[in-house]
Each structure stands twice: as C-alpha cells, then as structure tokens.
T-cell receptor
Framework: DTGVSQDPRHKITKRGQNVTFRCDPISEHNRLYWYRQTLGQGPEFLTYFQNEAQLEKSRLLSDRFSAERPKGSFSTLEIQRTEQGDSAMYLC?????????????FGEGSRLTVL | AQSVTQLGSHVSVSEGALVLLRCNYSSSVPPYLFWYVQYPNQGLQLLLKYTSAATLVKGINGFEAEFKKSETSFHLTKPSAHMSDAAEYFCAVTDNYGQNFVFGPGTRLSVLP
C-alpha cells in the first residue's frame, strides 16, 4: 500500500496523559499536513510541513501540541497533558510540492478519546 | 483569507433522484476548489477538483461540479443517486500555492430507498 498511513487508528487515554500520533506520507510527497476533525465538522487545519520545515501553524495548535517531521519523511503529532476537548479525529495528508494542481491525499485518521 | 460555506448540513434524496450539494467560497486570489467524500471512520477521498481549466469538472462515481466565478460557487451534482453515495461531502478551497486548504463544514447525504 503506497497511501498515507497513520498510527494508531484509535487511542483512548485519560485526561492529563500524553499521546503521540505518527503519519507516514506518500513517499514522493514533500508536503505534509495535520488536520483535526470533530464530529459533524469539517477538517480544521493544524499545521503544515514542507520537507522537514514546519511552515505554518494554526492558532488551534496550543503549546500542548507539537509536531515534527525529522528528515522530511514521517511526522509525529504529540499532545501533552490531554484534555477532554482534545477528543477528535486527527487526520494527516500529503501532497506533492509546486503549484496547487494537486490535491491532498488523506490517511484514515487517528481517533483520540480522552476520558 | 479564504473560507467555504456549505448550505445544508444534511441532504436527503431518493435513490435515482438528482443530487445537488451546494458550496460557496470566498477567496482574494483565484481559487483552486475541491470536493472530497468521507465514509464513516475513513479518511477523505477526492471526488473532483477545479484548477482553472474547464469550469465544468467531472469526477469519480458520476459526480460533477461547475465553477461559477460570478456566483463564487462550486456546487456538486449527480444525475441519479445511488445508495452507495450516502456519505459526508466536503468542499475545500486553496490558493495556487496549495499551502493552506480550507474545508467547509460538510454536508451529510442520505439516500432513501
């Protein structure tokens, strides 16, 4: 399978714990995006990488959230001291660089439940 | 700043009937527009995209959309609904650098037998 893969697919944690999600983009794509989606809503932009550089962060990305993309390959999204409001689906997407004739290719998401 | 509105959070149609899902956008630059579909517990899949070529865009599964600059719209249509079309549909807009995709709130399509 050469699509975008995310791990884990589901995570249940207690409030205050830290969680980390991993995303492996399509190998030739150097743009990588993280989105958050809550029930009944569209995806909300969190952050964007071009290769290893984090070029844009949403104000939704509080200081409890951190994302990395070492070596411009896979990416991780860590949430520290989780809160119940963090419960959501976290979606990763990738795309090739250049002018935007290309769409985003999404993974199946990582669903977080904070108890 | 770019934004997307989708009129109607839930649309129900009978099997075989016309599907019309509405999308209006706001953009200060020429937009690139997309429709995505999401089935339960899955990621988003691209249906079709407009990237400043033909204004009538055909996508997968018999869907098409027409870009109307004067109306700032990009409505999605399908002549005859199928049960398998039941899903959540999202309209999205980006600029020509593709760095920031903005999604609408989505429209849930139900297809009745």
């Amino acid at each position: 399978d050469t699509g975008v893969s995310q791990d884990p697919r589901h995570k249940i944690t207690k409030r205050g714990q830290n969680v980390t999600f991993r995303c492996d983009p399509i190998s030739e794509h150097n743009r990588l995006y993280w989105y958050r989606q809550t029930l009944g809503q569209g995806p909300e932009f969190l952050t964007y990488f071009q290769n290893e550089a984090q070029l844009e962060k949403s104000r939704l990305l509080s200081d409890r959230f951190s994302a990395e993309r070492p070596k411009g390959s896979f990416s991780t999204l860590e949430i520290q001291r989780t809160e119940q409001g963090d419960s959501a689906m976290y979606l990763c997407a990738s795309s090739p660089s250049g002018r935007a004739t290309g769409e985003l290719f999404f993974g199946e998401g990582s669903r977080l439940t904070v108890l | 700043a770019q934004s997307v509105t989708q009129l109607g959070s839930h649309v129900s149609v009978s099997e075989g009937a016309l599907v019309l899902l509405r999308c209006n956008y706001s953009s200060s630059v020429p937009p690139y527009l997309f429709w995505y579909v999401q089935y339960p517990n899955q990621g988003l899949q691209l249906l079709l995209k407009y990237t400043s070529a033909a204004t009538l865009v055909k996508g997968i599964n018999g869907f098409e959309a027409e870009f109307k600059k004067s109306e700032t719209s990009f409505h999605l249509t399908k002549p005859s609904a199928h049960m398998s079309d039941a899903a959540e549909y999202f309209c999205a807009v980006t600029d020509n650098y593709g760095q920031n995709f903005v999604f609408g709130p989505g429209t849930r399509l139900s297809v009745l037998p």
